[in-house]
């Protein structure tokens, strides 16, 4: 029987996770923490307490996760992001434990114009990027058994996201302005957690591209959340970055390929459309 802890248990991808993996390893145990159990920034809590538990598997999910918030507090982004990173990195090699760190496309600059390889150089452009690179760095520094998956553009059933944002905007406005610039694949939280588990079930080890497949951009997704919400009256005006002038620059092609999760464990990621659908309809 494994021990597995998952850290960032109430987060919007964490919630997800916890279900799906319960459902996975029915016979392992599995224990959920978030910021009320451990605070990831105290490096001795942190080490302390996971060594406490002796976890086999420690998939470290928290983050500071306010891409602009990080512009204007970068202090608190490599508090968490990055140190806070290493100090769950030295918990879990503390035990011997396997560690997985969710990171970003967001390490990207999207100057590339084909779909981002596990190898291609990282070169953020935003705090939230450098923050989440840098703990990519801490990872593969100090642990000997670890696994960095990188996603993209999610979404879910909990916390504020994409989705959200768009049908509480429809629901005030007669028309909303969409960033048509951005390349990216949406990606489901069921999905990526099914991946997750699935790549833990393959003992995976490395840099992992994990998104659902095909490409849009903001304003092509926000289309299908209206239409699928039944909300098509409200109008949507494309727009460019330059003019949402939002405080974090964002990468403008950000696509993963994650061929390499379908040749090492046969799992497909299916279109985001069709993953948007069940979203829909659950
Ligand atoms: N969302 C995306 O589009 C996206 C894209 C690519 C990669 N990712 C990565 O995927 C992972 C999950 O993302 P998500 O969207 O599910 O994030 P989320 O909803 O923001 O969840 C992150 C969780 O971490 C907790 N947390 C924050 N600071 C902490 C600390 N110092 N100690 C312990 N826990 C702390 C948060 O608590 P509070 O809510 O109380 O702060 C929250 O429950 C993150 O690593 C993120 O970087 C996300």
């Known amino acids: ?50 060594e ?32 806070g990173t290493r100090h769950v990195a030295l918990g879990a090699s503390g035990c011997q434990a396997k560690m997985i760190y ?13 779909p981002y390889l596990e190898n291609d150089p990282p070169q953020p452009i935003s705090v939230y990027g450098h923050s989440k690179w840098k703990g990519e760095q801490y990872v593969q520094e100090s642990m000997r058994d670890f696994l960095i998956i990188r996603t993209q553009w999610l979404y879910g059933r909990y916390g504020k996201n994409f989705v959200t944002s768009i049908l509480r905007q429809a629901s005030e406005k007669k028309a909303l302005s969409i960033v048509n610039d951005q390349i990216g694949s949406p990606t489901y939280t069921v999905d990526l957690a099914k991946a997750i ?33 039944g909300m098509n009256k409200v109008r949507v005006i494309p727009i460019s970055s330059k003019e949402l002038a939002r405080p974090a620059p964002r990468p403008l092609y950000s696509v993963l390929n994650c061929q390499k999760l379908k040749k090492e464990t046969g799992w497909t990621m299916r279109p985001w ?10």
């Open 1 to 50: 029987m494994k021990r597995i802890l998952v850290i960032g248990a109430k987060g919007m991808l964490g919630r997800d996770l916890m279900g799906v993996l319960l459902s996975f390893f029915p016979h392992d145990e599995i224990f959920g923490w978030d910021i009320e159990e451990i605070d990831i920034q105290k490096e001795e809590d942190t080490v302390f307490e996971i």
């Open 52 to 83: 406490k538990l002796r976890p086999n598997l420690v998939i470290h999910i928290a983050a500071y996760t306010d891409v602009d918030g990080c512009e204007s507090n970068k202090e608190k982004a490599f508090a968490v992001n990055a140190e």
């Open 102 to 114: 969710l990171s970003t496309d967001y390490v990207f600059d999207g100057k590339k114009k084909e």
């Open 197 to 229: 588990s699935t790549l833990i079930q393959f003992d995976a080890r490395g840099i992992f591209h994990v998104a659902n497949s095909d490409l849009c951009t903001w304003y092509t997704f926000g289309q299908a959340i209206l239409k699928l919400s």
């Open 273 to 282: 459309s069709e993953a948007l659908k069940e979203h829909f309809s659950t």
